[in-house]
């Protein structure tokens, strides 16, 4: 099952913010729009490493304001995902 760890390091190496930025990466830390790294192409960047790294496809439904929203939201919907 996907930690919160998982989540916060491939964020950290598609967004390339580096180790002592990816670890303060919480799970209320705002993605869209807290993170400027986190702009569109990288949520596409984002989508294609979490599927690479958990073997599931994410459909264009998929994509919300409410599952990129935080990181303990991206990490609860790819353990939905997973289940």
Do not use: H, W, Y
């Amino acid at each position: 099952m996907a930690t919160s760890d998982d989540v916060k390091s491939i964020l950290g190496n598609v967004l390339q913010l580096g180790p002592s930025r990816t670890e303060k990466l919480a799970p209320n830390t705002q993605l869209l729009g807290g993170l400027p790294e986190l702009d569109s192409m990288a949520v596409l960047t984002v989508i294609a490493a979490l599927e690479d790294n958990f073997g599931f496809t994410i459909q264009d439904d998929e994509v919300t304001t409410a599952n990129f929203e935080t990181v303990g939201s991206l990490t609860d919907f790819v353990q939905r995902k997973l289940a």
